[in-house]
């Protein structure tokens, strides 16, 4: 009977997204903060195949000014959402992390710096369009979001 509860309690904890892991440090969670919002950038940036300099240049600025980033820090930041967006199955874990610490405005901050990204090259494509739809399915939210008041 000791085996059956021991496991159970393991099984509770991985459900309750706790698998024993100790609490993540704020400086922690605001690093997890800036890969995560840098790898929405970096996808969309990439949507088309081309992350031309245009584009770096916009992401760059976007993290400098988000996150209070040198430029030096920005570019290794670039350079571990590149490595951790490689190594990613998908994005959910990404947009999982914002949508646990972010609250709606935040989020739609992440997107209106999205769409800075996707017009930096004064280019709209259909990928661009159908991934900006593809965010907003991912933070929750319908096709539309209504500013009206409630």
């Given at each position: 009977m000791?085996?059956?509860?021991?496991?159970?309690?393991?099984i509770?904890?991985?459900?309750?997204?706790?698998?024993?892991?100790?609490?993540?440090?704020?400086?922690?969670?605001?690093?997890?903060?800036?890969?995560?919002?840098?790898?929405?950038?970096?996808?969309?940036?990439?949507?088309?195949?081309?992350?031309?300099?245009?584009?770096?240049?916009?992401?760059?600025?976007?993290?400098?000014?988000?996150?209070?980033?040198?430029e030096?820090?920005?570019?290794?930041?670039?350079?571990?959402?590149?490595?951790?967006?490689?190594?990613s199955?998908?994005?959910?874990?990404?947009?999982?992390?914002?949508?646990?610490?972010?609250?709606?405005?935040?989020?739609?901050?992440?997107?209106?710096?999205?769409?800075?990204?996707?017009?930096?090259?004064?280019?709209?494509?259909?990928?661009?369009?159908?991934?900006?739809?593809?965010?907003?399915?991912?933070?929750?939210?319908?096709?539309?979001?209504?500013?009206?008041?409630?």
């Amino acid at each position: 009977m000791l085996y059956n509860t021991a496991m159970l309690k393991i099984i509770t904890k991985f459900l309750d997204g706790n698998s024993g892991k100790a609490e993540l440090s704020e400086e922690a969670i605001q690093k997890r903060i800036q890969i995560a919002s840098c790898v929405i950038l970096l996808e969309t940036a990439l949507i088309d195949d081309e992350f031309s300099g245009i584009e770096k240049t916009v992401v760059e600025a976007i993290l400098r000014s988000e996150f209070d980033l040198s430029e030096t820090d920005a570019a290794e930041l670039i350079d571990l959402a590149a490595r951790k967006r490689d190594e990613s199955v998908d994005l959910w874990e990404f947009t999982d992390i914002l949508n646990k610490n972010y609250s709606d405005e935040q989020r739609i901050q992440v997107l209106e710096s999205a769409w800075r990204v996707i017009y930096a090259d004064d280019r709209l494509n259909r990928h661009e369009i159908t991934l900006s739809i593809s965010w907003r399915s991912c933070f929750g939210w319908s096709m539309w979001i209504s500013s009206r008041p409630n």
